[in-house]
């Protein structure tokens, strides 16, 4: 079936780096989701890109969506603590409700 | 508004015993989805709704029952407990936007163990 894979897997960073993770589909999407899980906690939603080669900014979050519309990108500038979670993207491939999920990325930042 | 909630929180089983997970929300959602989280496994689709009285299987649904009797509640079900079966499950819902894009709402998660 259709997969999404997520890369890297873990990601170990010093506070104020910056952090990025991708997401890669063989087929083209009709739309990316990125969620934040908390160490703990559930997946929390925090953006929806659409758009061929859209580009989302939310303070120091940057998500961009490929221009072919099968890959996608979430990067933090300056992490900072209170990043700490797995970040998953999660796509739609077509008109149907189910959402394809990636593995997730495992951030952790050292203070 | 509450959201997505779930009970019970944590549980603990021994192989072979039956129990269910109940998940509510207060947001008139139409679609409600029932996930298991594993260790480096992601989120696996269980089974979803795409409306009160209606279930279909998600990614792995073995083991595993449905109902969706209220529009507010889906109900996840385990009839013969196995070791398998322990996870972390999540509950979400997401209500219908044009042109088929919508957004998941996560309850807090059911602990299961099962011993």
């Known amino acids: 079936g259709q997969q999404v894979m997520q890369i890297p897997q873990y990601q170990h960073v010093q506070e104020g780096e910056d952090f990025t993770t991708y997401c890669n589909s063989s087929?083209?999407?009709?739309?990316i989701q990125w969620y934040k899980q908390r160490p703990g906690g559930h997946p929390v939603f925090l953006i929806q890109?659409?758009?061929s080669g859209e580009v989302k900014k939310q303070k120091r979050l940057t998500f961009q969506f490929g221009e072919a519309k099968k890959n996608s990108s979430l990067h933090i500038t300056a992490t900072q603590t209170t990043d700490v979670g797995t970040y998953f993207c999660?796509?739609?491939?077509?008109?149907?409700?189910?959402?394809?999920w990636g593995l997730g990325t495992s951030l952790a930042v050292n203070p | 508004n509450a959201g997505v909630t779930q009970t019970p929180k944590f549980r603990v089983l021994k192989t072979g015993q039956s129990m269910t997970l109940l998940c509510a929300q207060d947001?008139?959602?139409?679609?409600m989805y029932w996930y298991r989280q594993d260790p480096g496994m992601g989120l696996r689709l269980i089974h979803y709704?795409?409306?009160?009285?209606?279930?279909a299987k998600g990614e792995v649904p073995d083991g595993y029952n449905v109902s969706r009797l209220k529009k507010q509640n889906f109900l996840l079900g385990l009839e013969s407990a196995a070791p398998s079966q322990t996870s972390v499950y999540f509950c979400?819902?997401?209500?219908?936007?044009?042109?088929?894009?919508?957004?998941?709402?996560f309850g807090p998660g059911t602990r299961l163990l099962v011993l």
């Open positions: 999660a796509a739609n491939a077509g008109n149907n409700r189910k959402l394809i």
């Open positions: 947001m008139n959602h139409e679609y």
């Open positions: 709704s795409v409306g009160e009285g209606t279930t």
């Open positions: 979400a819902s997401s209500s219908r936007v044009s042109g088929g894009q919508e957004t998941q709402y």
């Open positions: 890109l659409v758009k």
């Open positions: 087929t083209t999407l009709s739309n």
